[in-house]
Nanobody, 121 residues
Framework: VQLVESGGRLVQTGDSLRLSCVVSGGTFSSAAMGWFRQAPGKEREFVGAIDWNGGNNYCADYVKGRFTISRDIPKNTGYLQMNMLAPEDTAVYYC???????????????WGQGTQVTVSS
Protein backbone atom coordinates (compact mmCIF):
# COMPACT_ATOMS: atom_id res chain seq x y z
CA VAL A 1 0.00 0.00 0.00
CA GLN A 2 1.28 3.45 -0.92
CA LEU A 3 0.10 6.78 0.42
CA VAL A 4 0.86 10.08 -1.27
CA GLU A 5 0.04 13.39 0.35
CA SER A 6 -0.35 16.63 -1.54
CA GLY A 7 -1.62 20.16 -1.07
CA GLY A 8 0.94 21.59 1.29
CA ARG A 9 2.33 25.05 0.56
CA LEU A 10 3.11 28.44 2.01
CA VAL A 11 0.05 30.31 3.27
CA GLN A 12 -0.69 33.28 5.50
CA THR A 13 -2.22 33.34 8.95
CA GLY A 14 -5.95 32.87 8.74
CA ASP A 15 -5.86 31.07 5.40
CA SER A 16 -7.39 27.69 4.66
CA LEU A 17 -5.77 24.70 3.04
CA ARG A 18 -6.88 21.21 2.11
CA LEU A 19 -4.46 18.33 2.09
CA SER A 20 -5.11 15.14 0.17
CA CYS A 21 -3.87 11.63 0.71
CA VAL A 22 -4.26 9.14 -2.10
CA VAL A 23 -4.00 5.45 -1.25
CA SER A 24 -3.01 2.93 -3.89
CA GLY A 25 -1.65 -0.54 -4.30
CA GLY A 26 -3.88 -2.39 -1.89
CA THR A 27 -7.17 -2.65 -0.06
CA PHE A 28 -8.00 -1.30 3.34
CA SER A 29 -11.65 -2.08 3.79
CA SER A 30 -11.45 -2.08 7.56
CA ALA A 31 -8.74 0.47 8.20
CA ALA A 32 -8.63 4.01 9.43
CA MET A 33 -6.66 6.93 8.10
CA GLY A 34 -4.85 9.20 10.45
CA TRP A 35 -3.20 12.55 9.99
CA PHE A 36 -0.09 13.56 11.89
CA ARG A 37 2.28 16.49 11.78
CA GLN A 38 5.85 17.13 12.74
CA ALA A 39 7.33 20.56 13.30
CA PRO A 40 11.11 21.13 13.29
CA GLY A 41 12.66 19.89 16.49
CA LYS A 42 9.42 18.37 17.74
CA GLU A 43 7.96 14.91 17.87
CA ARG A 44 5.36 13.78 15.39
CA GLU A 45 1.92 14.45 16.83
CA PHE A 46 -1.58 13.23 16.12
CA VAL A 47 -3.88 15.61 14.29
CA GLY A 48 -6.96 13.50 13.59
CA ALA A 49 -8.28 10.26 12.18
CA ILE A 50 -11.23 8.85 10.30
CA ASP A 51 -12.72 5.40 10.11
CA TRP A 52 -12.56 4.64 6.43
CA ASN A 53 -15.86 2.82 6.10
CA GLY A 54 -18.05 4.34 8.79
CA GLY A 55 -16.80 7.87 8.49
CA ASN A 56 -16.49 8.38 12.24
CA ASN A 57 -13.71 10.84 12.86
CA TYR A 58 -12.17 13.04 15.45
CA CYS A 59 -9.40 15.59 15.80
CA ALA A 60 -6.97 16.52 18.52
CA ASP A 61 -8.11 19.22 20.88
CA TYR A 62 -5.53 21.69 19.62
CA VAL A 63 -7.04 21.67 16.11
CA LYS A 64 -10.65 20.90 16.93
CA GLY A 65 -13.00 23.45 15.43
CA ARG A 66 -10.44 24.42 12.80
CA PHE A 67 -9.52 21.13 11.13
CA THR A 68 -11.85 18.50 9.73
CA ILE A 69 -11.21 15.10 8.20
CA SER A 70 -13.11 13.42 5.42
CA ARG A 71 -12.64 10.76 2.79
CA ASP A 72 -13.83 9.88 -0.68
CA ILE A 73 -14.05 6.11 -0.89
CA PRO A 74 -14.34 5.76 -4.71
CA LYS A 75 -11.27 7.98 -5.09
CA ASN A 76 -9.33 6.20 -2.32
CA THR A 77 -8.52 9.64 -1.02
CA GLY A 78 -8.56 11.16 2.42
CA TYR A 79 -8.66 14.87 3.14
CA LEU A 80 -7.55 17.17 5.91
CA GLN A 81 -9.31 20.52 5.71
CA MET A 82 -7.48 23.15 7.69
CA ASN A 83 -9.05 26.51 8.44
CA MET A 84 -7.85 29.55 10.36
CA LEU A 85 -4.25 28.45 10.02
CA ALA A 86 -1.71 29.88 12.41
CA PRO A 87 2.10 29.87 12.44
CA GLU A 88 2.09 27.10 15.05
CA ASP A 89 0.46 24.86 12.45
CA THR A 90 3.65 24.94 10.40
CA ALA A 91 4.85 21.36 10.01
CA VAL A 92 5.22 18.45 7.67
CA TYR A 93 1.86 16.70 7.53
CA TYR A 94 1.61 12.95 7.10
CA CYS A 95 -1.21 10.55 6.47
CA UNK A 96 -1.09 6.95 7.59
CA UNK A 97 -3.23 3.82 7.85
CA UNK A 98 -4.13 1.80 10.91
CA UNK A 99 -6.33 -1.25 11.50
CA UNK A 100 -8.61 0.74 13.76
CA UNK A 101 -9.56 4.31 14.63
CA UNK A 102 -6.87 5.44 17.00
CA UNK A 103 -4.56 8.30 17.90
CA UNK A 104 -1.75 5.95 18.90
CA UNK A 105 1.02 6.52 16.43
CA UNK A 106 2.47 3.03 16.85
CA UNK A 107 -0.71 1.51 15.44
CA UNK A 108 -0.12 3.15 12.08
CA UNK A 109 1.89 0.97 9.74
CA UNK A 110 1.75 2.60 6.31
CA TRP A 111 2.85 6.19 5.92
CA GLY A 112 3.07 8.77 3.21
CA GLN A 113 6.14 10.87 2.56
CA GLY A 114 4.62 14.03 4.00
CA THR A 115 3.74 17.43 2.65
CA GLN A 116 5.07 20.73 3.98
CA VAL A 117 2.67 23.33 5.31
CA THR A 118 4.15 26.68 6.21
CA VAL A 119 2.05 29.43 7.74
CA SER A 120 3.55 32.89 7.72
CA SER A 121 2.62 35.49 10.31
Amino acid sequence: VQLVESGGRLVQTGDSLRLSCVVSGGTFSSAAMGWFRQAPGKEREFVGAIDWNGGNNYCADYVKGRFTISRDIPKNTGYLQMNMLAPEDTAVYYCALAPLLTKVIDRYGSWGQGTQVTVSS
